[in-house]
């Protein structure tokens, strides 16, 4: 396995760096999180932190609006930024002699930002950002199912009840006031990681970003962590259906997990593998193959780092299955996976596929960045982008199991179907 | 107003040139061509098979079946069931992927250096004792016909089905999916997978990638140890002669509650070996190939009207459609075709702006190193070179040539590949809702049609 060269410095500031140099093809990748997500939302606001990351790029006292995505595009670059739960990042990858000006545009923006805001660009923004909505959500097949799996997880008032793309009603009564409120509160290098991956000189590289950086202020004023804590199981099956314009029915099943980091997190992860991925895995096998009752699986853990993380998994029906027959067998491989835990031969499979696709993705300048600012945001521990092959590894049978046993219970699970709607009236009724 | 920082835009330091990776490139005895790529500092191996058995070379009968045939390589071999196969190659952390596009079939894998000859064995074993197992083929198609549900609920995917369809006249098979339709792939029986694999799936017209960590030497002798026994030569694709329906005109396809519409705005395009693809390719770019392109600007940050805007062409063997793309609210669907409609009529009308001539130019050939980080993106940057018989030097001058294109070859593209009285207006939405704010539009003849 490659060792990812780490550098770490940090500001008088409080900014975090992290460089890692990698010489082989000459560009560079810049990735900056802030430890802010739609979890510090408040009520009312919902999808504010993600409308706020579309802000970014609406042009500083420095850059006319589209101006940042024009800049980067001419340089020969690529960019882009997205928002979940627990964070907000923005990255670039340019070729490397561009270095500077992506840097520059990440500190100039995190500098300049609220003078060139105005009220126009806000609303501009918001009906992009419905329009993100309505495309992603609303006019998707299943396009509401990890909205619904949120709510159905966590409590309300729970900072994690609601999904980051938010509501259509908070999203119109996002002000102004809002947006340099968030970015006083929430923009500032102390709050920040940022990575420098790829054909770059240490040295040299770190002097531009103390150029640029530097003379940004941090901010001590930051409100108390949002209170994620919550029971690890929710202490009931909960079930709701949902009647939708899609072909086919689908059925999920999601449990609350301990959170990623965790040892009982990888011990999951080793599970998803196990029950989902490849053409071998349990429920592609038995469901897809052998029994014939879906037409794909998906499993896949939400990494999230407080409270209570993800489990999911999804089956969609083939024509004429049953739901009720098909949530059973599904149901049935998790449990059978759970009393007698996998083999010598599935965790080598799974072992070797997760390996072959880390060296994959760390091939990815923008993927090794993200990975470093990761662990350095959520963590203060870049240095486990090395360790991960290490700690799947390390997962053996019996932790699997236990894992499994303690989290992924009748009594701890959501169980979320969506069957097609008879005309055209797709609505939601919610079951035992 | 107080400012932080430095308010100067850094300059560029000099550049360090990058240089795609040399290949060679082998001939084996039984007609197929090897090529190998070996990149310094790749830690990873990407094998890639491909074959003129694509959905060009399948009878339009049997339209589906180079898909169909390609899925069902990895149900295994006549030695390893589905099951087996699946084990035998993910114990070695390899996926093998198999599928088909219009062009071409491609079987492959990735794996660490050390699998390299396994991983090979297995791949050689698929392509030439392949199982066809009855069942497994049922399996498959049946997915294959649910999968064409699942699609066609999704609007995006709908639009881009209806698009061609409508776009092409019923003698050209790209009206279709690549996949076929289930009409099409509902008569296909095993014995069709049996027959196209055993006249197209053959050496003399296919060719071999390994790019990454290995040794040439031992790279040509595995692909020799393991294909050379392979043998013949398949009669290879089809000659396709696009067609347009032809006429200006808009097509409702109704979806009744979509809260968007997805548009598709466009005519026949350009194929692979068009003298113009590069000043096509730089005048997409600006027009609609990059965040700052006109349409997206247009559309989206000044409007407000969608989440994204785009245009390109699709070039293959023969035109693939030229399109421009958004998925806007269901309210602005009649100004937003009036708004693509627009901006596609000017390309042609004057030659770009000087910037944003340098900047689509910038931007293409900035990002050209981009394209090549990893290892399966070298594999994948042959696939053209092999299925088009470009010159082997086609990525060493792939810049100079879009460098080449100034202000006149990029109108001159426009004004011929961008033809206002041809442009099919596609919209999959609410019909209710939109049909008369278009009607009123008076761009062309409006027709609502069901969703399939």
Same mark, same amino acid.
């Given at each position: 396995?490659?060792?990812?060269?780490?550098?770490?410095?940090?500001?008088?500031?409080?900014?975090?760096?992290?460089?890692?140099?990698?010489?082989?093809?000459?560009?560079?990748?810049?990735?900056?999180?802030?430890?802010?997500?739609?979890?510090?939302?408040?009520?009312?606001?919902?999808?504010?932190?993600?409308?706020?990351?579309?802000?970014?790029?609406?042009?500083?006292?420095?850059?006319?609006?589209?101006?940042?995505?024009?800049?980067?595009?001419?340089?020969?670059?690529?960019?882009?930024?997205?928002?979940?739960?627990?964070?907000?990042?923005?990255?670039?990858?340019?070729?490397?002699?561009?270095?500077?000006?992506?840097?520059?545009?990440?500190?100039?923006?995190?500098?300049?930002?609220?003078?060139?805001?105005?009220?126009?660009?806000?609303?501009?923004?918001?009906?992009?950002?419905?329009?993100?909505?309505?495309?992603?959500?609303?006019?998707?097949?299943?396009?509401?199912?990890?909205?619904?799996?949120?709510?159905?997880?966590?409590?309300?008032?729970?900072?994690?009840?609601?999904?980051?793309?938010?509501?259509?009603?908070?999203?119109?009564?996002?002000?102004?006031?809002?947006?340099?409120?968030?970015?006083?509160?929430?923009?500032?290098?102390?709050?920040?990681?940022?990575?420098?991956?790829?054909?770059?000189?240490?040295?040299?590289?770190?002097?531009?970003?103390? $150029?640029?950086?530097? +003379?940004?202020?941090?901010?001590?004023? /930051?409100? #108390? @962590?949002?209170? !994620?804590?919550?029971?690890?199981?929710?202490?009931?099956?909960?079930?709701?259906?949902?009647?939708? $314009?899609?072909?086919? +029915?689908?059925?999920?099943?999601?449990? /609350?997990? #301990? @959170?990623?980091? !965790?040892?009982?997190?990888?011990?999951?992860?080793?599970?998803?593998?196990?029950?989902?991925?490849? $053409?071998?895995?349990?429920?592609?096998?038995?469901?897809?193959?052998?029994r014939q009752l879906a037409q794909d699986v998906t499993v896949m853990a939400f990494p999230i780092v407080s409270g209570a993380a993800i489990f999911s998994l999804w089956a969609t029906a083939r024509p004429g299955i049953d739901h009720e027959a098909l949530t059973e067998a599904v149901l049935g491989e998790v449990d059978l996976l759970t009393d007698e835990g996998p083999s010598d031969v599935e965790l080598e499979r799974v072992q070797n596929l997760h390996a072959a696709g880390i060296e994959s993705g760390q091939e990815r300048i923008s993927e090794r960045a993200d990975r470093l600012s990761m662990y350095a945001c959520l963590f203060d521990q870049p240095e486990r982008a090395n360790s991960e092959v290490a700690r799947y590894g390390a997962v053996d049978a019996d932790r699997v199991r236990s894992a499994m046993a303690a989290s992924l219970r009748a009594d701890n699970r959501v169980l979320l179907t969506y069957l097609p709607a008879e005309g055209d009236q797709p609505g939601t009724e919610q079951a035992a | 107003m107080s400012e932080l920082g430095n308010s100067n835009r850094p300059a560029p330091s000099a550049p360090r040139p990058y240089r795609f990776p040399d290949f060679t490139r082998h001939g084996l005895d039984n007609?197929?061509?090897?090529?190998?790529?070996?990149?310094?500092?790749?830690?990873?191996?990407?094998?890639?098979?491909?074959?003129?058995?694509?959905?060009?070379?399948?009878?339009?009968?049997?339209?589906?079946?180079?898909?169909?045939?390609?899925?069902?390589?990895?149900?295994?071999?006549?030695?390893?069931?589905?099951?087996?196969?699946?084990?035998?190659?993910?114990?070695?952390?390899?996926?093998?992927?198999?599928?088909?596009?219009?062009?071409?079939?491609?079987?492959?894998?990735?794996?660490?250096?050390?699998?390299?000859?396994?991983?090979?064995?297995?791949?050689?074993?698929?392509?030439?004792?392949?199982?066809?197992?009855?069942?497994?083929?049922?399996?498959?198609?049946?997915?294959?016909?649910?999968?064409?549900?699942?699609?066609?609920?999704?609007?995006?995917?709908?639009?881009?089905?209806?698009?061609?369809?409508?776009?092409?006249?019923?003698?050209?098979?790209?009206?279709?999916?690549?996949?076929?339709?289930?009409?099409?792939?509902?008569?296909?029986?095993?014995?069709?997978?049996?027959?196209?694999?055993?006249?197209?799936?053959?050496?003399?017209?296919?060719?071999?990638?390994?790019?990454?960590?290995?040794?040439?030497?031992?790279?040509?002798?595995?692909?020799?140890?393991?294909?050379?026994?392979?043998?013949?030569?398949?009669?290879?694709?089809?000659?396709?002669?696009?067609?347009?329906?032809?006429?200006?005109?808009?097509?409702?396809?109704?979806?009744?509650?979509?809260?968007?519409?997805?548009?598709?705005?466009?005519?026949?395009?350009?194929?692979?070996?068009?003298?113009?693809?590069?000043?096509?390719?730089?005048?997409?770019?600006?027009?609609?190939?990059?965040?700052?392109?006109?349409?997206?600007?247009?559309?989206?940050?000044?409007?407000?009207?969608?989440?994204?805007?785009?245009?390109?062409?699709?070039?293959?063997?023969?035109?693939?459609?030229?399109?421009?793309?958004?998925?806007?609210?269901?309210?602005?669907?009649?100004?937003?075709?009036?708004?693509?409609?627009?901006?596609?009529?000017?390309?042609?009308?004057?030659?770009?702006?000087?910037?944003?001539?340098?900047?689509?130019?910038?931007?293409?050939?900035?990002?050209?190193?981009?394209?090549?980080?990893?290892?399966?993106?070298?594999?994948?940057?042959?696939?053209?070179?092999?299925?088009?018989?470009?010159?082997?030097?086609?990525?060493?001058?792939?810049?100079?040539?879009?460098?080449?294109?100034?202000?006149?070859?990029?109108?001159?593209?426009?004004?011929?590949?961008?033809?206002?009285?041809?442009?099919?207006?596609?919209?999959?939405?609410?019909?209710?809702?939109?049909?008369?704010?278009?009607?009123?539009?008076?761009?062309?003849?409006?027709?609502?049609?069901?969703?399939?």
């Amino acid at each position: 396995m490659p060792h990812i060269p780490i550098e770490r410095h940090t500001l008088p500031n409080g900014l975090r760096v992290i460089l890692s140099p990698e010489r082989r093809t000459p560009i560079v990748g810049v990735n900056l999180w802030y430890d802010v997500g739609s979890k510090h939302e408040r009520p009312g606001k919902t999808g504010f932190a993600h409308l706020f990351e579309h802000m970014m790029f609406q042009g500083t006292a420095n850059v006319a609006k589209g101006e940042h995505f024009s800049l980067v595009q001419a340089a020969g670059g690529t960019l882009n930024a997205s928002t979940w739960m627990d964070r907000t990042n923005y990255f670039e990858t340019v070729p490397s002699h561009q270095l500077e000006l992506a840097l520059w545009l990440e500190a100039d923006r995190l500098a300049n930002l609220l003078p060139a805001m105005t009220q126009e660009k806000l609303d501009n923004q918001r009906d992009v950002v419905k329009n993100e909505r309505r495309w992603a959500v609303d006019n998707q097949p299943y396009g509401t199912w990890d909205e619904k799996l949120q709510e159905l997880l966590y409590p309300v008032g729970h900072p994690y009840h609601h999904s980051t793309i938010g509501s259509m009603d908070d999203l119109s009564a996002a002000s102004l006031d809002d947006v340099g409120e968030f970015f006083a509160t929430y923009y500032a290098p102390d709050n920040a990681v940022l990575s420098v991956v790829g054909d770059f000189e240490p040295a040299g590289a770190l002097a531009m970003v103390e $150029r640029h950086f530097g +003379p940004i202020p941090a901010n001590h004023r /930051r409100p #108390p @962590v949002p209170d !994620t804590e919550i029971e690890p199981l929710i202490g009931a099956e909960i079930r709701e259906v949902v009647s939708d $314009r899609v072909p086919l +029915p689908r059925v999920y099943a999601a449990y /609350r997990i #301990p @959170v990623f980091g !965790t040892d009982a997190f990888d011990a999951l992860e080793v599970a998803v593998d196990l029950l989902g991925t490849g $053409r071998a895995s349990r429920l592609y096998g038995r469901l897809v193959r052998e029994r014939q009752l879906a037409q794909d699986v998906t499993v896949m853990a939400f990494p999230i780092v407080s409270g209570a993380a993800i489990f999911s998994l999804w089956a969609t029906a083939r024509p004429g299955i049953d739901h009720e027959a098909l949530t059973e067998a599904v149901l049935g491989e998790v449990d059978l996976l759970t009393d007698e835990g996998p083999s010598d031969v599935e965790l080598e499979r799974v072992q070797n596929l997760h390996a072959a696709g880390i060296e994959s993705g760390q091939e990815r300048i923008s993927e090794r960045a993200d990975r470093l600012s990761m662990y350095a945001c959520l963590f203060d521990q870049p240095e486990r982008a090395n360790s991960e092959v290490a700690r799947y590894g390390a997962v053996d049978a019996d932790r699997v199991r236990s894992a499994m046993a303690a989290s992924l219970r009748a009594d701890n699970r959501v169980l979320l179907t969506y069957l097609p709607a008879e005309g055209d009236q797709p609505g939601t009724e919610q079951a035992a | 107003m107080s400012e932080l920082g430095n308010s100067n835009r850094p300059a560029p330091s000099a550049p360090r040139p990058y240089r795609f990776p040399d290949f060679t490139r082998h001939g084996l005895d039984n007609g197929l061509t090897v090529w190998l790529v070996p990149i310094a500092g790749s830690s990873l191996t990407s094998v890639h098979l491909l074959i003129d058995a694509g959905a060009a070379a399948e009878d339009e009968l049997r339209g589906g079946v180079a898909s169909l045939t390609a899925r069902l390589l990895v149900t295994g071999t006549r030695r390893l069931d589905a099951a087996a196969f699946a084990a035998a190659t993910e114990r070695l952390g390899i996926e093998v992927n198999s599928e088909s596009s219009w062009d071409s079939s491609r079987a492959g894998f990735q794996s660490l250096p050390q699998h390299l000859d396994a991983g090979m064995a297995l791949l050689a074993e698929m392509v030439q004792q392949p199982r066809f197992d009855p069942d497994e083929f049922s399996r498959l198609k049946a997915e294959r016909l649910a999968a064409i549900l699942q699609m066609r609920a999704d609007a995006g995917s709908l639009a881009d089905e209806s698009f061609v369809k409508h776009l092409y006249d019923a003698g050209t098979p790209y009206r279709r999916l690549a996949g076929g339709t289930p009409e099409m792939v509902e008569t296909l029986v095993v014995d069709d997978v049996r027959a196209h694999h055993a006249a197209h799936h053959r050496p003399g017209r296919a060719h071999l990638v390994i790019a990454g960590a290995f040794d040439p030497d031992e790279a040509l002798r595995l692909a020799e140890q393991h294909l050379g026994g392979w043998s013949g030569s398949g009669p290879g694709h089809r000659t396709i002669t696009p067609a347009a329906t032809g006429g200006r005109r808009v097509v409702i396809v109704d979806r009744p509650g979509s809260v968007q519409s997805e548009l598709r705005i466009g005519l026949v395009g350009i194929d692979r070996f068009d003298p113009r693809y590069f000043s096509a390719a730089i005048m997409s770019t600006y027009l609609g190939g990059s965040f700052g392109s006109r349409i997206n600007r247009r559309l989206r940050e000044e409007l407000g009207y969608t989440y994204g805007a785009r245009c390109g062409f699709d070039p293959r063997r023969a035109a693939g459609p030229f399109s421009a793309a958004a998925a806007v609210q269901t309210e602005v669907s009649a100004p937003a075709i009036a708004e693509l409609l627009v901006l596609l009529e000017a390309a042609g009308a004057a030659p770009p702006a000087t910037d944003e001539l340098r900047e689509a130019q910038d931007y293409q050939i900035g990002v050209f190193p981009l394209r090549f980080e990893t290892t399966g993106g070298i594999a994948a940057a042959i696939e053209p070179i092999a299925t088009y018989d470009l010159a082997d030097d086609y990525w060493q001058t792939y810049r100079d040539r879009l460098e080449a294109v100034d202000a006149a070859a990029a109108q001159q593209a426009a004004v011929e590949l961008i033809r206002p009285a041809e442009l099919l207006v596609v919209a999959v939405g609410d019909a209710s809702a939109i049909r008369a704010d278009i009607e009123a539009l008076g761009v062309g003849p409006v027709e609502v049609v069901p969703a399939p």
